[in-house]
């Protein structure tokens, strides 16, 4: 429908220019021509190409060329319009009181110029005058250019034009059809099958494809969707393994409590020693219920960024010697080799609170995945603006392939060997803290070698400060001894 409009927007302006205004804008050529041809006379007026000149501009379009003095005697005359030019009849029957009146209309004149335009009796034709005057540096021999030209008449070329242009007009609107008919049917098709595949997608279907072809826009459109559907497929699987999972976590510790229950009641119920085990069981099942429940909230908390921070500046090196005294028992009693390598000690800004539940869950997610050796390393490492903390174990590895899927909810390798505890959610905790730290995080693993998970704490702006000076007071000291 647009190109029927846009291509009957350039037939009206056809018809306009080529029709309604094609004589005014004839006229408008002619005076131009004649302004042109004046230009050229004046110039060369008192010169030796003045008659070579006035010679060529009247043959060449046809003019009546007189110069007269101020009282309208002419002095030069070129005439190439034959007898009937109305100049011509004013030299020769000695009318020069008419184009004295002209000089004084021309005196009165603004633009130093005036036009005419008359009808030529003889040939039923119209005509244009043109006067102005030549500036000489004598001023009692000012002179007068006349200039006459005839206006053919176009009456039998607009009529030639405007049959054409009804030709035109018809053929072209039906062109326009055709054109808007094969180009609304070929951009519509692949339109009406996105949105059909649209429809089958927003009831369920996961399987549809979008497809488009034909025009970039709409190839790039269905590129979007397809990547926009597997995305919500992900999210729908994801979404299907959190609730299968919870409701497997929810299950187990439920089922443990209703059974320890009905032991204590059936079985225990005299008997302090297992009824008091029976009740610790309990206890813990109790606890790992709220745990799961505590980490779920606060993993949706942070999704929706509705956790607050509390930033503080704390020693790093501090923080990282707290955390190792909670894995002492680990190291003494189950033969775990876990030892913090530490660097100078920095001052960062971070909530440390969940700053120390960050590191807690890289230590136990390397406790539940390393090799048989139990070997655990906690590595700081200073760098200009931050504090880089690496937590390496030498399990496994992960593949290239789960490397992506590490910080998903729920996400455990199925390589592992030991009964792994937790809910599964660390890592998806680390993360968003992390995020809302704005702090720079990732894991490196190769299989075979083990998994390095490693974070970038920001460092105190003071302590930024400081360490910058010290730096070039080094610097400075290593320039001198050099």
């Not at 494809?209 to 919500?232: P, Q, R």
């Not at 187990?252 to 079985?267: G, Q, S």
């Not at 189950?334 to 440390?352: M, S």
Request: aromatic share 10%.
């Amino acid at each position: 429908m647009y190109f029927i409009f846009f291509t009957a927007f350039i037939l009206i302006l056809i018809w306009l220019f080529q029709y309604f205004f094609l004589e005014r804008y004839y006229q408008s050529a002619k005076i131009r021509d004649i302004t042109d041809a004046a230009n050229q006379i004046i110039q060369a007026y008192g010169t030796d190409e003045q008659e070579v000149t006035n010679r060529s501009l009247a043959f060449d379009n046809s003019l009546c060329i007189v110069i007269t003095d101020g009282m309208g005697n002419p002095i030069v005359m070129e005439n190439n319009m034959g007898a009937y030019s109305h100049l011509n009849k004013v030299i020769n029957k000695g009318y020069g009181i008419g184009l004295f009146k002209m000089i004084s209309k021309l005196k009165q004149s603004d633009d130093n110029y005036i036009t005419k335009i008359a009808q030529n009796e003889n040939f039923k034709s119209k005509e244009i005058f043109y006067c102005t005057s030549i500036f000489t540096d004598d001023s009692d021999k000012q002179a007068y250019l006349f200039i006459e030209s005839s206006i053919e008449p176009i009456d039998s070329t607009v009529s030639i034009i405007r049959e054409q242009l009804i030709y035109i007009t018809i053929i072209l609107f039906e062109l326009a059809f055709i054109v808007t008919m094969y180009i609304s049917k070929r951009l519509s098709k692949p339109i009406v099958d996105i949105t059909n595949t649209a429809k089958k997608f927003g009831e369920g279907d996961y399987t549809v494809e979008f497809n488009g072809h034909g025009y970039c826009e709409i190839e790039e459109l269905s590129t979007v969707l397809n990547n926009a559907k597997d995305e919500i497929q992900k999210v729908s699987e994801l979404r299907k393994d959190l609730i299968a999972n919870i409701s497997h976590d929810l299950r187990t510790p439920l089922t443990m409590v209703k059974a320890y229950a009905e032991m204590i009641r059936d079985l225990s119920g005299d008997n302090p020693v297992k009824r008091q085990e029976h009740i610790q069981v309990i206890i813990d099942e109790a606890d790992r219920l709220s745990s799961l429940v505590n980490n779920l909230l606060e993993l949706s908390k942070l999704e929706s960024g509705n956790a607050e921070l509390k930033l503080t500046d704390f020693s790093i090196v501090d923080k990282l010697n707290d955390c190792m005294t909670r894995y002492q028992i680990l190291i003494e009693q189950n033969g775990y080799d876990i030892k913090y390598i530490p660097d100078e000690d920095r001052v960062i800004t971070a909530d440390i609170a969940k700053l120390d539940q960050v590191i807690y869950n890289f230590i136990n997610n390397a406790i539940n995945y390393t090799g048989d050796n139990k070997v655990i390393r906690i590595k700081q490492i200073n760098k200009a603006d931050v504090v880089r903390i690496e937590v390496t174990d030498n399990g496994k590895g992960i593949s290239k392939e789960l490397l992506p899927k590490i910080f998903d909810r729920y996400y455990r390798d199925a390589k592992v060997k030991r009964d792994v505890v937790g809910t599964g959610l660390g890592l998806s905790i680390c993360q968003e803290i992390l995020k809302a730290h704005g702090f720079a995080y990732g894991v490196q693993s190769e299989e075979g070698k083990g998994s390095t998970f490693w974070f970038e704490a920001k460092i105190a702006k003071q302590e930024s400060k400081t360490v910058q000076k010290m730096e070039s007071r080094l610097s400075l000291s290593g320039l001198e001894e050099k």
